[in-house]
């Protein structure tokens, strides 16, 4: 097999790989009451389909920079000419001065994940001849020998982290609630490199909060269910190990 077999081949496998585990997810809060809030915020932002993956890696890297530019305190500056239209967004900045920290937790949240992808895709290359040998067992195999028990746990971390920022967005309201609701995306015509990578944190912050905001007397009981339920599988995957 050539190169660009052994190119085309592993691509073959990391889109079954993602989308398999975009069911296996999204699969886990269906019999939730509300569960299609989660539903769609995994779908959308925490864990898309292969389809939709090209969207998900370039806001994460954007996410990356624009930690960077707030913790610099460079986000004036990288505005420049559009300044004008980010008066929602700065005062969003002047109330949310944990935003980079958050940004950094669904980055760290998006480099694990990768990672752990990576080295599953590596391994079903191996074990897998055919498509046809991917397939549960072969995952769950993959599964096993890729990861620890402390990684993945800090993969669900991660996620109860991202999600308990999003409350706190709802649970703090007032002038916050106001700044996030009508924040505007910026037009496009300003020809700012920045600017698109902005839209899009505008409109995660949006998604997520109105998500949240809808459920607003159910957020508690949505962490405890993400942690139950991810647990449970983390332990049918991987049972730690326990010292004597």
């Avoid at 886990?28 to 299609?36: A, F, I, K, L, Q």
């Avoid at 694990?112 to 769950?140: F, I, N």
Wanted: glycine share 4%; charged share 30%; with cysteine.
């Amino acid at each position: 097999m050539n190169n660009l077999d052994m190119a085309i081949r592993r691509e073959e496998v990391k889109k079954w790989l993602v989308n398999y585990q975009h069911d296996l997810l999204t699969a886990r809060y269906r019999d939730v009451d509300g569960g299609d809030v989660l539903i769609n915020l995994f779908s959308d932002y925490i864990y898309p389909t292969y389809e939709n993956r090209s969207e998900y890696h370039r806001r994460n890297e954007f996410f990356k920079k624009l930690a960077d530019f707030y913790t610099a305190g460079r986000v004036r500056k990288i505005l420049g000419g559009t300044i004008i239209f980010f008066s929602p967004i700065l005062g969003i900045t002047r109330q949310m001065r944990d935003l980079p920290e958050y940004l950094r937790m669904a980055v760290e949240l998006y480099d694990l994940t990768c990672e752990l992808d990576e080295r599953m895709v590596d391994a079903l290359c191996e074990s897998a001849g055919t498509s046809d040998d991917l397939c549960a067992e072969s995952y769950e195999a993959a599964y096993r020998k890729c990861a620890t028990y402390e990684e993945r746990e800090r993969q669900i971390k991660h996620l109860i982290a991202v999600g308990e920022y999003a409350r706190d967005i709802v649970e703090r309201g007032g002038v916050l609630d106001f700044l996030v609701e009508n924040c505007p995306r910026v037009p496009l015509f300003m020809r700012n490199r920045y600017v698109e990578g902005i839209n899009e944190v505008i409109t995660l912050l949006q998604t997520t909060y109105r998500a949240f905001k809808r459920c607003k007397n159910s957020l508690n009981r949505f962490r405890d269910i993400c942690l139950e339920r991810e647990y449970q599988y983390l332990d049918s995957m991987l049972k730690p190990v326990k010292s004597c």
